[in-house]
C-alpha cells in the first residue's frame, strides 16, 4: 500500500498523463485497493469519492468490494452494496450482468431472502433473468435462505445449464438433507468436475450413509481423467465414510493411493487418516501418521488425543497434551473433549476436574454445555452423585439432555434407583417420544426388581406408541467390502442363509459336535 500510495500521487499530480487516462490508471489502483488482500477498502474508498464521474466499471468495483466484506451475520450492519447499487441508479447508470451476481452473494450471506427477492425483480425489469451467472447466484441465494423449492423452479426453467448451475443445485439439496434428490440430479448430469464429486461424496458421508460415499469414490475412480481426479478433499472425506464404517482394509487402500498419486499429505489429510485410523482400532497406525507430520496444529493434537481417549489410554493422551503444550500449539474447546473423554473412560476424577479448571482459567475457554456433561459423566461413573448434581446447578447455561443423560448412566451404573427415576422422569417429560430414556428407566427398575414398575413402563410405551425409530445395525469388512446387519434385514446379505446357519451352530453347539462345512468355509465348534 505504501507503493500504491507513491504510485497513485503520480497519477494524480504528473502533468503529462492526460485524463482520460488518469481515470484509467485510478480505476486499476482501485481495483487493487478494493479486491486484493493487500489492499485497503478504507483508502478505495477514499479514492471512489474523488472521481466526479465514476462509471460502470468502477461502480461494479466498490459493490464487489462491499459485498465480499464479512459483516459478521450482523444484519442491521450496513449495506454497503445496496446503497452505492441504488446511487448508480441515481445517476443514471445501468446495470449489467455483473452488478446483480455481487449484490445477490450479500444477500446470501446475510441470509436476507426478502431483500434477495428485491434484487431478483431488479433482474428481471432490467432483462438479466437468463443471464446464466446471473441465475446460479440466484439459485444459491434461495438455498441459502430455505426457499429449496424456489431455487430448483429457477433451475428447471434455465434455457442454459452451466456445471456451476448443476453443482449449485445438488449442493443445496445436500445441505437441506435432500440427499436422494441430490444424487439424481448428480447421475443425470453429462459432464462432472471435481467440486461435483466431492460435493456428493462429502454430502453422503455427512447425511449419514458413508457405505454409498464410498461407492461413489469408487465410481470416480473408473471414470477418472485428467478433467476429474481425487484431489485432497476427496481424500479427506473418503477417510471420513471410512472412519464412520469401521472400514480399516478401505482405509488402508486410500492411504496407500494417497502415496502412490503423489498428492501431499497435509496436515489436514494427515489428521482425517489419524481419525480414520483411530475409530478403525488401529491405535499403533494413527501413532505413527500422527508421528510422521512434518507439522502439527491444533486439529492434528486434538484428533490423536480423541484417538488415545477412545481406547482407554488416559495417561497417553495426557501426555500427548503436554507435548502440545510444549510446543506452543493452543488447544480448542474440542481438545479438552477428548481429554474429559479420557478422564472419563480412565476413572480419573481429579485429573477431570483438573482439567476443567485448567480450560476455564488457563485457556479462558468457556465451558460450553458438552464440557459439563463430561463432567458429569466422569463424578457419576465415580458415584459422586452429590457433586454432579451441584455441577448441573451451577451451570451457567440450561443443562440439555446429555447432562442430565450422563448422569442417569451413573445412577444405571451404581444402581442409585430414586435418582435415576427422578432422571428419567425429568428425562420423558423432556422428550416424550425418545425411546431411549423409557428403557433406561426399565433397566434401573429391573436391576432393583421392581418388574411390576418395568410392566408399566413397557405398557406407557404401547399407549404412546414409543418404539425404537431407527433399527439397530452392525457392519463388518470382509475382503474389503462392507456388510451390514440389521434387524430389518440387509439388501446385500441373504438373511434366511445367515439364520440357517445361526441355527445348525446352535444345534451343534448343544449336542457338542467339532466342525461344521457352510460351502467353502470349514466352523470349528467347542461344547
Not at 492526460?18 to 480505476?27: A, E, G, R, T, V
Request: hydrophobic share 40%.
Amino acid at each position: 500500500m505504501k507503493e500504491l500510495k507513491q504510485i497513485h500521487t503520480q497519477v494524480i499530480k504528473s502533468p503529462y498523463i492526460p485524463q482520460i487516462d488518469q481515470l484509467l490508471l485510478i480505476s486499476r489502483l482501485l481495483y487493487f485497493c478494493a479486491i486484493s488482500s493487500s489492499g485497503s477498502l478504507s483508502y478505495a474508498t477514499d479514492i471512489f469519492r474523488l472521481i466526479k464521474n465514476p462509471n460502470l466499471y468502477i461502480y461494479n468495483i466498490m459493490i464487489r468490494a462491499y459485498a465480499g466484506r464479512n459483516c459478521g451475520g450482523d444484519k442491521n450492519h450496513s449495506f454497503k452494496s445496496l446503497l452505492l447499487y441504488k446511487e448508480m441508479l441515481y445517476e443514471g447508470i445501468m446495470p449489467n450482468c455483473l452488478t446483480f451476481p455481487f449484490l445477490v452473494k450479500e444477500c446470501a450471506t446475510r441470509i436476507d431472502g426478502g431483500t434477495g427477492r428485491s434484487i431478483h425483480g431488479q433482474v428481471i425489469k432490467f432483462g438479466f433473468y437468463n443471464d446464466v451467472f446471473v441465475q446460479n447466484s440466484l439459485i444459491n441465494l434461495y438455498s441459502a435462505c430455505g426457499f429449496l423449492s424456489v431455487a430448483r423452479k429457477l433451475f428447471d426453467e434455465m434455457l442454459k445449464r452451466d456445471v456451476v448451475s448443476w453443482n449449485s443445485m445438488i449442493v443445496a439439496y445436500l445441505r437441506s438433507g435432500g440427499l436422494g434428490e441430490a444424487l439424481d440430479l448428480f447421475r443425470m448430469m453429462r459432464s462432472k468436475n471435481i467440486v461435483t464429486w466431492n460435493s456428493i461424496i462429502t454430502g453422503f458421508v455427512q447425511g449419514g450413509r458413508p457405505k454409498e460415499a464410498l461407492e461413489i469414490f469408487h465410481e470416480m475412480q473408473m471414470v477418472s481423467s485428467d478433467m476429474v481426479r481425487p484431489d485432497k478433499f476427496t481424500i479427506a472425506s473418503v477417510l471420513a465414510a471410512c472412519a464412520h464404517l469401521g472400514a480399516i482394509d478401505h482405509g488402508k487402500w486410500v492411504h496407500s493411493y494417497l502415496n502412490r498419486s503423489g498428492l501431499e499429505c497435509d496436515v489436514v489429510i494427515g489428521t482425517a487418516l489419524v481419525d480414520m485410523y483411530g475409530k478403525c482400532g488401529s491405535v499403533e497406525r494413527a501413532y505413527k501418521v500422527f508421528e510422521g507430520m512434518s507439522r502439527k496444529d491444533t486439529p492434528a493434537y486434538t484428533a490423536m488425543i480423541a484417538v488415545l481417549a477412545l481406547h482407554g489410554f488416559s495417561k497417553d493422551a495426557f501426555d500427548l497434551f503436554g507435548e502440545m503444550e510444549m510446543s506452543g500449539v493452543k488447544p480448542n474447546h474440542v481438545t479438552f473433549v477428548g481429554l474429559l473423554s479420557a478422564c472419563s473412560h480412565g476413572g480419573l476424577v481429579e485429573k477431570g476436574r483438573w482439567c476443567f479448571d485448567v480450560m476455564k482459567d488457563v485457556y479462558s475457554i468457556e465451558p460450553q454445555v458438552h464440557h459439563y456433561a463430561c463432567l458429569v459423566d466422569i463424578l457419576s461413573r465415580a458415584g459422586l452423585f452429590d457433586e454432579a448434581e451441584r455441577v448441573i446447578g451451577d451451570m451457567p447455561v440450561k443443562p440439555d439432555v446429555f447432562v442430565w443423560g450422563a448422569l442417569l448412566g451413573g445412577c444405571q451404573m451404581h444402581g442409585k434407583v430414586e435418582l435415576g427415576e427422578r432422571v428419567a422422569k425429568y428425562l420423558i417429560d423432556l422428550e416424550p417420544l425418545n425411546h431411549a430414556f423409557y428403557v433406561n428407566l426399565c433397566d434401573i427398575y429391573a436391576k432393583s426388581g421392581r418388574f411390576e414398575d418395568v410392566k408399566n413402563i413397557r405398557t406407557l410405551m404401547k399407549e404412546r406408541g414409543i418404539k425404537k425409530e431407527v433399527a439397530g445395525c452392525s457392519m463388518i469388512e470382509i475382503d474389503g467390502v462392507v456388510h451390514e446387519f440389521s434387524v430389518r434385514g440387509s439388501p446385500d446379505v441373504v438373511t434366511e442363509r445367515v439364520l440357517q446357519v445361526l441355527n445348525v451352530l446352535t444345534g451343534d453347539l448343544k449336542i457338542g459336535k467339532g466342525v461344521y462345512y457352510e460351502g467353502n468355509y470349514e466352523i470349528s465348534l467347542w461344547s
